[in-house]
């Protein structure tokens, strides 16, 4: 899950941006609303953590923006102080939640799971193909009961083809989704040997991952 974060504290920017990656996340960091609009111009994000005050504006003037363009991501605010009257704002433009800093980061990565389990391909818990069960929430993964033993990359791989099974998805936005713009250094043929990994360990789950060359991906479950 790709996580565009807006905060102009360095310190803290740098250490939610760290802590979010650990936690399974491609984490872009903007520090100005300029940056952030970039971003969004050039990028698809499943959700965003947008800081109140910024240097050259308001957050909630990024959330207005993000709404009136009818992106479908969750907006997660972030402020050192949030009044009753600063919430009902925020709500009103299409805030999904907040957190009040200083906040334990584990908090915040639990949120953020937390507003992308809303999401449609989510609500149902748990995505059965096949013999294979994937639970986004549990972080699990397993075929005929026997969980799989996969890295977080592998695991967030997987997502993106289920989520859109019985579709092509292109080798690039695989990359998107796995790797945020810090990540730039690592190359979109990374993708090709996370998916030769997860074909392996996929053998009997009776979904196959098939190549369409030119194309990209698609995952389909065969008899």
């Known amino acids: 899950m790709r ?13 939610t941006q760290r802590q979010l990656s650990q936690s399974g996340f491609a984490c872009d ?45 969750p907006v997660l605010m972030l402020t050192a102080q949030f009044s009753v009257d600063d919430k ?4 009103g433009l299409g805030a999904d939640d907040y957190l009040t800093k200083p906040f334990d980061h584990r908090e915040l ?11 449609k391909a989510e609500r149902s818990g748990e995505v059965t193909l096949g013999r294979l069960s ?10 005929a009961g026997e969980r799989l033993d996969l890295t977080r990359r592998e695991f967030s791989l997987l997502g993106m083809l289920l989520k859109h099974r019985g579709q092509v998805v292109n080798k690039e936005r695989l990359h998107e989704g796995l790797y ?26 009776g979904v196959e991952i098939r190549t369409l060359r030119g194309q990209g991906y698609s995952l389909d479950a065969y008899d």
């Open 180 to 205: 945020s713009f810090d990540d730039a250094i690592v190359g979109v043929n990374a993708v090709e040997l996370y998916i030769a990994r997860l074909r392996k360990k996929l053998a009997g789950s």
């Open 88 to 91: 009902l704002s925020a709500f």
């Open 109 to 119: 990565a639990a949120r953020l799971h937390a507003l992308l389990r809303r999401d």
């Open 3 to 15: 996580i565009l974060l807006v905060e102009d504290a360095p310190d803290l920017a740098e250490a």
């Open 29 to 73: 960091l903007a520090m100005t609303l300029r940056e952030a609009e970039d971003c969004l111009d050039v990028q698809r994000y499943d959700a965003a953590v947008l800081d109140i005050n910024l240097p050259d504006g308001s957050g909630t003037d990024l959330l207005r923006d993000i709404r009136r363009r009818k992106l479908p991501m």
């Open 134 to 143: 994937y639970n986004a929430t549990g972080g699990v993964a397993s075929v």
